[in-house]
């Protein structure tokens, strides 16, 4: 088994899939950032934007230009080009703004509110400004922009020698703006979604969950095989066939390699698909012309033995337990798909690790060509550690995006120091009740 490292490898389609098991919290952060915008937008009023234009010039105050002309030569055109930067700063200057509110109407409004509400740009590498003012009132709007446009020339002439701004377009119609409760709350939901997709890298980051086979190449496990995810049942027994059978394909050729016919099939946690990966390999080795035992030692929660017992009893419902030791041989029943089985383990914790059982079971190995042994996860119950002198090897069944890499790094170190061989790893892509899958396998098998 290779060493381990904590080196954190990130894969984006991990990544946007562990945001997609948070999507119900990035949906509330989202409707919960819109309904704060909209509350931030309570009180919002409309607005309104109008514009005008001017353009700056060289002349001075007796309408000439430097060389004493009425004709603009080029130093004239780039000292105009150099005078735009102060023009837009004296058009937005307390003195030319008091100017405009000291006027009949104007003189409750807040100095800073008109300050703030007014914006002067420059079109790029020439003397053409654009003076766009935002207020509520449209008309009003238009009648201080008008205002500001007479004032300003008048003030540039007082407070410079040369230079001054002549009026192309004055302002003429207010145009409605988009509401500011519309950016409240598309701001508010953006930082909802941005709020989502941070929790969900934090949970990718910080719940290091088995996502794909990397993880568990690094951390010496040969994958054997793998079952695909399946969301619809309409392929499903197809595939699920086609998995299955390269699973018992490579299973069989390396068992055989190494001499192993009594496997155990086990998980790090409950829940990521044992059984039903037990009984679908028993099924395909079967179809391979294998003899198989398929037996269940999962005493809390078996399964197998339950479907069995409903499917097809030997003795009806008569039998509580097992025989045991040397009858136990007489308890083995084939069942109608072709798979051997011994009833009753799961029963009431019947079963009991002890001399008599495990030399009755090796028995068995000449009769049989495999015996497979569903047992209880690892970091569940001491029970595979108890049979390590039953098994002779163990596979290890593991469900993306369920089990957490520090639980199979663990159960991977249990069965090192318990001196059980691991002869690989099963990627469980899904697992489905236990039910349906083996009914959809008896379908495809009758068909």
Not at 183 to 211: D, W
Not at 319 to 339: A, F, H, S, T
Not at 344 to 365: C, R, T, W
Not at 402 to 426: N, Q
């Amino acid at each position: 088994m290779q060493d381990t490292n904590d080196e954190i490898e990130i894969y984006i389609p991990d990544l946007l899939h562990s945001i997609w098991e948070l999507r119900w919290i990035v949906l509330f952060l989202i409707t919960l950032g819109g309904i704060a915008g909209s509350i931030l937008s309570w009180d919002s009023t409309p607005s309104y934007e109008t514009r005008a234009s001017m353009i700056v010039n060289a002349r001075n105050i007796n309408d000439l230009y430097q060389n004493g002309s009425n004709v603009p030569r080029n130093e004239d055109i780039q000292m105009a080009r150099n005078l735009v930067k102060t023009v837009q700063l004296l058009a937005t200057s307390n003195r030319v703004l008091e100017i405009v509110l000291d006027e009949d109407g104007y003189s409750s409004i807040p100095l800073e509110e008109l300050k703030q509400n007014i914006s002067v740009t420059a079109e790029d590498d020439t003397a053409f400004l654009w003076l766009t003012l935002s207020w509520e009132n449209p008309q009003q709007a238009i009648d201080i922009l008008n205002h500001l446009m007479e004032v300003l020339p008048e003030v540039m002439l007082e407070v410079m020698d040369i230079g001054s701004v002549s009026v192309i377009d004055t302002a003429r119609q207010a145009q409605g703006v988009s509401s500011p409760s519309l950016r409240n709350v598309v701001i508010g939901m953006a930082i909802g979604l941005i709020t989502g997709s941070i929790l969900g890298i934090m949970y990718y980051l910080f719940v290091p969950k088995i996502r794909n086979n990397s993880p568990l190449e690094t951390l010496g496990i040969d994958i054997i095989g793998e079952i695909p995810y399946i969301e619809s049942t309409k392929h499903t027994v197809e595939e699920y066939q086609v998995a299955y059978g390269r699973l018992a394909a490579v299973f069989r050729y390396l068992t055989e390699k190494n001499k192993q016919q009594v496997v155990a099939v086990t998980s790090s946690i409950p829940r990521e698909g044992k059984s039903t990966v037990a009984y679908n390999l028993a099924l395909h080795l079967t179809e391979l012309g294998c003899k198989v035992l398929l037996l269940d030692f999962d005493f809390k929660k078996g399964v197998l033995y339950q479907f069995t017992r409903k499917i097809k009893p030997k003795d009806g419902d008569e039998r509580n337990e097992p025989r045991i030791g040397e009858k136990l041989r007489q308890q083995v029943e084939q069942m109608y798909n072709g798979i051997y089985t011994i009833q009753g383990f799961s029963q009431k914790n019947i079963f009991q690790v002890d001399n008599q059982i495990f030399p009755a079971i090796h028995s068995m190995k000449d009769t049989f060509n495999y015996i497979l042994i569903d047992t209880p996860p690892v970091g569940t119950l001491s029970d595979v550690q108890l049979m390590r002198g039953l098994m002779d090897s163990v596979i290890l069944v593991v469900r993306p995006d369920w089990v957490l890499r520090g639980a199979v790094e663990e159960s991977l170190e249990f069965l090192k120091k318990s001196g059980i061989p691991v002869t690989g790893g099963i990627v469980n892509g899904k697992t489905p009740l236990i039910g349906n899958a083996l009914k959809r396998n008896i379908q495809a098998r009758k068909s």
